[in-house]
Nanobody, 125 residues
Framework: QVQLVESGGGLVQAGGSLGLSCAAS????????MGWYRQVPGKQRELVAT??????ANVADFVKDRFTISRVDANMVYLAMNGLKPEDTAVYYC????????????????????WGQGTQVTVSS
Protein backbone atom coordinates (compact mmCIF):
# COMPACT_ATOMS: atom_id res chain seq x y z
CA GLN A 1 0.00 0.00 0.00
CA VAL A 2 1.29 3.45 -0.93
CA GLN A 3 0.23 6.73 0.59
CA LEU A 4 0.89 10.30 -0.48
CA VAL A 5 0.58 12.77 2.34
CA GLU A 6 0.25 16.42 1.39
CA SER A 7 0.87 19.44 3.58
CA GLY A 8 0.80 23.16 3.06
CA GLY A 9 -1.68 25.19 1.13
CA GLY A 10 -4.20 27.56 2.63
CA LEU A 11 -5.28 31.13 2.06
CA VAL A 12 -2.96 33.89 0.88
CA GLN A 13 -3.31 37.32 -0.66
CA ALA A 14 -2.35 37.93 -4.26
CA GLY A 15 1.39 38.34 -4.60
CA GLY A 16 2.07 36.15 -1.59
CA SER A 17 3.82 32.82 -1.25
CA LEU A 18 2.93 29.31 -0.14
CA GLY A 19 4.67 25.95 -0.11
CA LEU A 20 3.30 22.48 -0.68
CA SER A 21 4.99 19.29 0.48
CA CYS A 22 4.22 15.74 -0.51
CA ALA A 23 5.66 12.67 1.16
CA ALA A 24 5.27 9.13 -0.11
CA SER A 25 5.30 6.13 2.16
CA UNK A 26 4.50 2.44 2.04
CA UNK A 27 5.55 -0.42 -0.18
CA UNK A 28 7.90 1.60 -2.38
CA UNK A 29 10.77 0.20 -4.39
CA UNK A 30 11.55 3.52 -6.02
CA UNK A 31 9.83 6.63 -7.29
CA UNK A 32 10.07 7.57 -10.94
CA UNK A 33 8.54 11.00 -10.60
CA MET A 34 6.53 13.12 -8.20
CA GLY A 35 4.74 16.37 -8.62
CA TRP A 36 1.63 18.44 -8.47
CA TYR A 37 -1.53 18.86 -10.49
CA ARG A 38 -4.37 21.24 -9.80
CA GLN A 39 -8.07 21.34 -10.50
CA VAL A 40 -10.85 23.88 -10.27
CA PRO A 41 -14.52 22.93 -10.39
CA GLY A 42 -15.74 22.28 -13.89
CA LYS A 43 -12.28 22.02 -15.38
CA GLN A 44 -9.87 19.20 -16.08
CA ARG A 45 -7.01 18.50 -13.75
CA GLU A 46 -3.86 20.13 -15.10
CA LEU A 47 -0.18 19.56 -14.55
CA VAL A 48 1.61 22.18 -12.47
CA ALA A 49 5.06 20.71 -11.97
CA THR A 50 6.74 17.33 -11.72
CA UNK A 51 10.27 16.18 -11.04
CA UNK A 52 11.94 12.88 -11.82
CA UNK A 53 14.18 10.83 -9.58
CA UNK A 54 17.07 12.23 -11.55
CA UNK A 55 16.03 15.78 -10.78
CA UNK A 56 14.59 16.73 -14.14
CA ALA A 57 11.74 19.16 -13.61
CA ASN A 58 8.78 19.80 -15.85
CA VAL A 59 6.96 23.01 -14.95
CA ALA A 60 3.85 24.31 -16.68
CA ASP A 61 4.39 27.48 -18.70
CA PHE A 62 1.71 29.36 -16.78
CA VAL A 63 3.70 29.06 -13.51
CA LYS A 64 7.24 28.61 -14.77
CA ASP A 65 8.48 31.98 -13.57
CA ARG A 66 6.74 31.75 -10.20
CA PHE A 67 6.73 28.13 -8.99
CA THR A 68 9.72 25.90 -8.24
CA ILE A 69 9.64 22.18 -7.58
CA SER A 70 12.42 20.38 -5.74
CA ARG A 71 13.15 17.00 -4.21
CA VAL A 72 13.60 17.07 -0.45
CA ASP A 73 14.66 13.43 -0.44
CA ALA A 74 13.92 10.25 -2.39
CA ASN A 75 10.30 10.16 -1.22
CA MET A 76 9.40 13.80 -0.76
CA VAL A 77 8.98 16.85 -2.98
CA TYR A 78 8.35 20.51 -2.29
CA LEU A 79 6.59 23.08 -4.44
CA ALA A 80 7.45 26.69 -3.71
CA MET A 81 4.79 29.03 -5.02
CA ASN A 82 5.62 32.71 -5.26
CA GLY A 83 3.79 35.63 -6.79
CA LEU A 84 0.48 33.86 -6.37
CA LYS A 85 -2.48 35.08 -8.40
CA PRO A 86 -6.21 34.59 -7.86
CA GLU A 87 -6.25 32.28 -10.88
CA ASP A 88 -3.93 29.93 -8.99
CA THR A 89 -6.82 29.14 -6.69
CA ALA A 90 -7.50 25.41 -6.97
CA VAL A 91 -7.23 22.08 -5.23
CA TYR A 92 -3.67 20.89 -5.63
CA TYR A 93 -3.07 17.16 -5.87
CA CYS A 94 0.20 15.36 -5.31
CA UNK A 95 0.96 12.72 -7.92
CA UNK A 96 3.64 10.07 -8.08
CA UNK A 97 4.65 7.27 -10.41
CA UNK A 98 5.99 4.62 -8.08
CA UNK A 99 7.59 1.24 -8.61
CA UNK A 100 6.14 -1.21 -6.12
CA UNK A 101 6.59 -4.88 -5.41
CA UNK A 102 3.83 -7.19 -6.63
CA UNK A 103 2.35 -9.00 -3.64
CA UNK A 104 2.88 -12.73 -3.74
CA UNK A 105 5.23 -12.68 -6.73
CA UNK A 106 8.86 -12.57 -5.69
CA UNK A 107 11.26 -10.27 -7.50
CA UNK A 108 8.44 -8.70 -9.47
CA UNK A 109 7.57 -5.04 -9.56
CA UNK A 110 5.06 -2.85 -11.32
CA UNK A 111 4.57 0.87 -11.78
CA UNK A 112 1.55 2.52 -10.25
CA UNK A 113 0.22 6.07 -10.46
CA UNK A 114 -0.83 7.41 -7.09
CA TRP A 115 -2.66 10.53 -5.98
CA GLY A 116 -2.92 12.44 -2.76
CA GLN A 117 -6.25 13.62 -1.38
CA GLY A 118 -5.72 17.20 -2.44
CA THR A 119 -5.08 20.43 -0.59
CA GLN A 120 -6.87 23.72 -1.17
CA VAL A 121 -4.95 26.79 -2.24
CA THR A 122 -6.93 30.01 -2.24
CA VAL A 123 -5.51 33.31 -3.44
CA SER A 124 -7.55 36.40 -2.64
CA SER A 125 -7.40 39.52 -4.76
Amino acid sequence: QVQLVESGGGLVQAGGSLGLSCAASGNISSIRSMGWYRQVPGKQRELVATITSGGNANVADFVKDRFTISRVDANMVYLAMNGLKPEDTAVYYCNADIIVSVPGIPYTTTVGRYWGQGTQVTVSS
